[in-house]
């Protein structure tokens, strides 16, 4: 089946099944192109959260089609490609987090979404990127542990003087950009404005123009005046903000910058997983029901 005719069949059996496609920024293009809804983990939490679809088909990784389902729990949600997870939300366990809350009881546990459905079920509230800076001040006199990315975290205590504890974790796509890649594209790029997700190290976010979430990088390359810049995300986004501003220049910081488990949906997959509704995410109801919590508490919030 070309292209096209693949296409074609993805929009019939969306109508046929009365499903729809989400798709996050770090997405192949024709991905996000085939999505009815592409954007970042807070844009596509709320989707999710109020889809009237039988079906959500999440084009991301494991605990972005998690998320969806500890929010409809009604809805069939299908992962295109059952083994795309995220390290990062790897790298804090629901045993350990048990063994650390035991060990101090008196700490608010808030939880990157980047985490399994059981490590939200432990903790008081959930923050995307998009939303973090706005919940945490509601928590600023409180105690706190930021789990799982140390980078996001060590942000947010610095710029709010919080009493927070954070996780050893980190996105090993962000951790691995150095003020040399940044030493390195500026001599390239002399003109271009440096923008960064704060999911990169603290000395590398000191010397951004603009820090932000995937969208916030995304919705200020849209409204600045400047015309050049370097990103420092993951490159998908490149994508997007290219459609959005196509007299605009954009950079990738690294050509590492290529998120493994994103990338490895592909067109076919969609097709595949709308086709035999394969690779269907569960979320036992008992854990469902203490993760809803904490997602619930963020999206009022937001």
């Known amino acids: 089946m070309d292209k096209q005719k693949m296409i074609e069949e993805i929009n019939r059996l969306k109508k046929e099944k009365n499903a729809v496609i989400l798709a996050h920024y770090y997405q192949e293009g024709s991905i996000q192109d085939i999505a009815d809804y592409t954007g970042d983990s807070l844009y596509l939490s709320q989707i999710a959260a109020e889809t009237d ?16 389902k500890i929010l409809s729990p009604d809805k069939k949600v299908l992962l295109p490609v059952a083994e795309a997870g995220c390290p990062m939300a790897d790298m804090v366990t629901d045993i350990r987090l048990t063994n650390y809350k035991a060990k101090n009881p008196d700490r608010v546990i808030v939880a990157y979404v ?31 542990m930021y789990v799982p990315d140390k980078n996001l975290g060590a942000y947010l205590k610095e710029k709010y003087e919080l009493d927070m504890e954070v996780w050893p974790g980190f996105c090993c796509i962000h951790n691995d950009l150095t003020l040399e890649h940044l030493a390195t594209a500026k001599a390239k790029y002399p003109n271009a404005q440096f923008i960064v997700h704060p999911e990169a190290k603290l000395d590398l976010v000191h010397k951004a123009d603009f820090i932000g979430s995937t969208k916030g990088l995304l919705n200020y390359t849209i409204e600045s005046d400047h015309d050049e810049f ?63 919590e904490a997602l619930d508490k963020m999206l009022k919030l937001s």
């Open 230 to 292: 370097i990103v420092g995300t993951e490159d998908g986004i490149i994508h997007t903000m290219e459609v959005n501003s196509p007299n605009k220049k954009f950079h990738i910081l690294s050509d590492g910058l290529k998120c493994y488990d994103m990338k490895l949906t592909r067109l076919e997959d969609v097709y595949l997983a709308l086709r035999d509704e394969q690779f269907e995410v569960e979320v036992p109801e008992d854990i469902r029901l203490k993760a809803f």
């Open 114 to 144: 980047n985490t399994t459905a059981k490590v939200k079920a432990l903790s008081d509230i959930c923050v995307t990127s998009s939303n973090a800076e706005k919940i945490i001040k509601h928590y600023k006199n409180d105690k706190l």
């Open 53 to 68: 679809a039988d079906i959500i088909v999440f084009a991301g990784v494991h605990f972005m089609a998690e998320t969806a």
